[in-house]
């Protein structure tokens, strides 16, 4: 079964920026796309609406949403919604912020294609452990339905052919 690409959102106030992400990452080696660019923090929670990505490299200081701010709205409308903060600010509060948020990583300006890279394929590990639970939790789910259903069938049936024994089996069951 082939998975389906992992959609990224680009979000920084500075054109060049988002340009420079983009061109630095072969995003097939990662199994990821590139789903939109935006420049604002409401643009990207929009974008974050209507595409659902399921990662966001975001600046920290933008017009419109900041980057924590822009985190918490997004969280609330997808909690596993994985974070990379890019910012050209050492301060310990960002940093801080950022944690209390679950980010995934927090990257200095100028970005290093070693350390974005770094997180994207830890980012990419996650989100098919994450796959791969849900699959499974899916499955188990499908299995429990079929045999409720089976045990279903044989009590019925068990009731056509001998009431008294399906109705002690009834009693056994409460």
Excluded at 24 to 31: I, N, Y
Excluded at 57 to 77: C, F, N, S, V, W
Excluded at 82 to 108: M, T, W
Excluded at 121 to 141: F, G, Y
Aim: glycine content about 4%; proline content about 2%; hydrophobic content about 40%.
């Amino acid at each position: 079964m082939e998975r389906n690409r992992i959609k990224v959102l680009i979000a920084d106030d500075e054109e060049k920026v988002c340009t420079l992400i983009y061109k630095l990452v072969d995003w097939k080696d990662f199994d990821m796309e590139v789903v939109a660019t935006v420049y604002n923090g409401i643009d990207a929670l929009e974008r974050i609406r209507d595409l659902a990505p399921d990662v966001v490299i975001t600046d920290i200081r933008m017009p419109g949403y900041d980057g924590i701010e822009l985190i918490a709205k997004a969280k609330e409308i997808n909690d596993h919604l994985e974070f990379i903060i890019i910012s050209g600010y050492r301060h310990f509060e960002y940093a801080q912020s950022a944690i209390k948020y679950g980010v995934s990583d927090y990257l200095l300006k100028p970005i290093k294609k070693e350390e974005l890279t770094g997180t994207l394929e830890k980012i990419r590990l996650h989100c098919l452990n994450r796959a791969d639970q849900l699959s499974t939790q899916e499955q188990l789910r499908l299995r429990l339905q079929d045999d409720t259903s089976k045990q279903r069938e044989q009590l019925f049936l068990d009731f056509l052919l001998n009431p008294s024994k399906a109705v002690t089996t009834l009693g056994e069951l409460n």
